[in-house]
């Protein structure tokens, strides 16, 4: 199995769907955000529930403040409304709170979907601000490299921005340890008048 990662946003998509479909001779799963693809077939769809927000009850809640002052992520706004885009469900609100106001939930993170468009497998995701990325990267490959049909399939990738190791484990321009390929110069996606270039990169590999 090969697996090639393309950084860079919007163009990206549309160079993928065309680099497979010029790999057509060889096995290609593609892993992608969320497009608009075709979709032929649907083979399955998971909803990803990882992670925990803070919830006030304001019903309950005299408006004391000692959860926002509790809070070290500036999570709590002065309406009391919990911003789960920056809470990390640690306890301190929860033990602050002298009238028991506050509870936790488990909130969906992400979705994955797989299906067929024009006969090569997408794995097509989408996930919230506050989903844990690194360890849904790695879901989302083991499903990609599920519906791999031999040694020789290609799982073509689009590259995740910002990785956790875009910034911290990274070191050498877009590498990825996972990828034998990355295409695209400094994060930024190869153009699509290079198209040509890139899928020569690719059969020159194989
Ligand atoms: S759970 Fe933690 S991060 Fe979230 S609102 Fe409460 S104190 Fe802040
Ligand atoms: S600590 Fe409890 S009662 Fe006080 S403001 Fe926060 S939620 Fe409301």
């Known amino acids: 199995m090969k697996h090639v990662i393309v950084y860079g946003n919007g163009p990206t998509k549309e160079m993928m769907l065309e680099i497979a479909k010029r790999m057509k001779k060889k096995p290609v799963v593609i892993i992608i955000g969320e497009s608009n693809l075709k979709v032929d077939e649907v083979l399955s769809y998971e909803e990803v529930y990882d992670s925990k927000k803070a919830i006030i009850n304001l019903d309950k809640c ?20 919990v911003n789960w885009d920056l809470c990390e469900g640690c306890p301190a609100c929860y ?13 969906k993170s992400g979705e994955i979907r797989v299906f067929i468009s024009d006969g090569i497998p997408i794995v097509e995701y989408t996930y919230a601000p506050w989903m844990n990325r690194y360890v849904f990267v790695r879901h989302v490959r083991d499903i990609a490299k599920r519906l791999a049909t031999d040694e ?33 110069s400094g994060c930024q996606p190869p153009s699509l008048k290079d198209l040509d270039s890139v899928v020569r990169e690719l059969e020159v590999m194989i």
């Open 95 to 107: 033990y602050s709170c002298p009238l028991g106001a506050i509870d936790f939930k488990i909130v």
């Open 152 to 184: 020789n399939t290609w799982i073509i990738e689009e590259g995740w921005h910002p990785m956790p190791w875009a910034f911290n484990v990274r070191v050498d321009g877009c590498d990825d340890s996972e990828a034998n390929l990355v295409l695209g």
């Open 62 to 81: 005299d408006r004391c403040g000692e959860c926002l002052k509790a809070c070290q992520k500036g999570a709590i706004s002065k309406l009391f409304k």
